[in-house]
């Protein structure tokens, strides 16, 4: 990972714009997220993806000049299009490629070493090209530790909605009841690979439940989430920032938990509730957060 490139920790929101959607593509800084991906799976159909690989080389440069991460998520390597989709955006020196439908470690590998041959062919640093494997499948949600440490570029792993759900022979609903489960169980198997949990795409098109679904992302632990409309990346934004209420009841934990340590008390009291060890370094990781977003 090249130094300017911002950590992967502080990726809140990861947008999937068609590939071929030319009007679309360019605009995607302004919707404000802070990983830009080139979707050349679903949201490009066969016939067009060979017109979304010729725009990957100007593409990727453009959007990191406007601040933002370059990703593109490739078809599978096993199908008809994978090779020709990943040789098109390594044109392009994307900061991190994806790849969907991964329930192997083994495919993982081949991608680690392919990406290696574009990057020693175009002259790239090597092992500068993250890779983000797109866990889709009861088999992969199983394997998720094994996968995301397959390779040392995987920095973070995403687990999808639609088509999980249609893995599970499930009923897809605004509610999510029926992702419940792959949610948390994904994050903790990532957590456990020492990697970033991407929560699954918000689907449907209304802001306010995009908002609920990133804020119980964000009570589970979770620190990233997908999108696919553009004016779901400030939400998402918005909710995995710490905000300015929070940050001031954590400085207030804080200075009463070291006040009572002071004192050589073993916790503190403050506004009626017991302030303990556990709730002290919450709020420090909170502010430390804060400070790395640059709002404390």
Known sequence: M???RRAVTL???????????????AAGPTGGADVLIQELEDFTPPAARPTART????????????????????????GPDGEADLAAVMDGAPDLVMMPKVDAPEQIV??????????V????????????????????????????QASRRVTACLVAS?????????????????LAYVRQRFLIECRAAGVVAIDCPYTFGDS?????????????????KAVVRPEHAAVVNAVLTPSAEEIAKAR?????????????????????HLIEKPTYTGAQRLLARAAEFGVA
């Open 208 to 224: 306010d439940g995009a908002a609920a679904e990133t804020r119980q992302a964000r009570q589970l632990g979770y620190t990233a």
């Open 121 to 148: 062919r175009l002259g790239l640093a090597a092992g500068s090209t993250e890779i983000v494997p797109n866990i889709e499948s009861a088999l992969g949600l199983t394997r998720t530790i094994a996968i995301a």
């Open 162 to 178: 639609e088509d999980m759900v249609a893995d599970l022979g499930a009923v897809r609903s605004r509610e999510g009841i029926e």
């Open 55 to 78: 725009l990957a080389a100007a593409l990727y440069p453009a959007w990191r000049a406007a601040g933002r991460i370059a990703a593109a998520r490739i078809n599978p390597l096993d």
């Open 252 to 272: 207030r934990i804080v200075e009463a938990f070291e006040t009572a340590r002071g004192k050589g008390e073993d916790r503190a009291s403050l506004d009626g």
């Open 110 to 119: 081949r991608l680690d070493r392919r990406i290696a041959e574009h990057e």
């Open 2 to 4: 090249t130094p300017s």
């Open 11 to 25: 990726r809140r929101s990861w947008h999937f714009l068609p590939g071929a959607d030319r009007s679309a593509l």
